[in-house]
């Protein structure tokens, strides 16, 4: 049997699980399945790779992203860079972390915000998938701003959003847990008068799949799109990983 697995800290929002175990079913994938590993810390991943001998691929998911780097045996070139990890493939008792937040977010921008409108973004949260995002932003020459909680140089804080400041970047991208089930109410602090029609909205949560930041940006005529589409496109990007020799 070849186990596969999520590990992160609260997993009851996992869509992993569902997605994996249906492949595994409409594709005829035998003898392989697929589990939620909740870790109270990330050096729990260790033993939990002692006990589960059969464990071959791992998918990674807040807050352990980039907790998880020291860790591991490798990183690819791609990881490495970005400085987070969303995949670790097991073999011969070696793990190598992988980014598929990359791929996944990359992708879907071709599609969502197309080089005829492009202009400049507002990357809200500065965690592990922040970093992909980062990185994907930076191969599509998009260029933008990070925005923090705390002042850092070269970044922006949520206090400094403001109508002006939020006006000159069409595009918002969230790639913070803020609004995500069970905590619908909450959205991050910026100046949503401002947005128009011109702005498009990105929204990294998928649970639910309308949050509140995407729906008070769509109601002021915002073009939005949340974290599914990008999910998707990991977790095939992740598959390919394990599945390949």
């Known amino acids: 049997m070849r186990k596969f697995g999520l590990i992160g800290k609260k997993l009851g929002h996992s869509f992993s699980k569902k997605y994996f175990t249906e492949k595994f079913a409409r594709e005829g994938i035998a003898d ?18 002692q006990q589960e001998p059969e ?31 969303n995949t670790i493939k097991i073999e011969n008792g070696r793990t190598t972390g992988y980014n598929t937040d990359y791929t996944g977010f990359n992708q879907t921008m071709e599609r969502f915000y197309p080089p005829q409108v492009r202009e400049q973004a507002l990357v809200l949260g500065t965690g592990g998938a922040a970093k992909a ?3 994907a932003l930076e191969a599509l020459g998009i260029p933008f701003k990070r925005v923090s ?12 959003l403001t109508p002006e400041v939020v006006g000159k970047y069409n595009l918002l ?15 991050p602090a910026l100046s949503y008068k401002s947005i128009t029609a011109r702005h498009y909205a990105y929204d990294l949560v998928y649970n639910p799949e309308q ?16 974290g599914l589409p990008m999910l998707y496109a990991q977790a095939d990007s992740a598959w390919h990983i394990w599945s390949s020799r």
């Open 32 to 49: 392989s399945s697929y589990a939620l590993y909740e870790l109270p810390q990330i050096e729990d991943l260790l033993p939990l790779l």
């Open 55 to 85: 464990l071959v691929g791992l998918n990674v998911t807040v807050p352990y992203k980039e907790q998880v780097l020291p860790l591991l045996d490798a990183l690819d070139k791609a990881a490495a860079r970005i400085g987070a990890v």
């Open 133 to 135: 995002v980062w990185a």
């Open 149 to 160: 909680r705390q002042e850092n140089k070269g970044q922006l804080t949520y206090e400094q």
């Open 173 to 187: 991208i969230n790639t913070t847990p803020l609004g995500m089930y069970p905590d619908v109410q909450e959205a």
């Open 211 to 226: 949050t509140l930041f995407l729906q008070k940006c769509a109601a002021n005529g915002a073009k939005t799109i949340n």
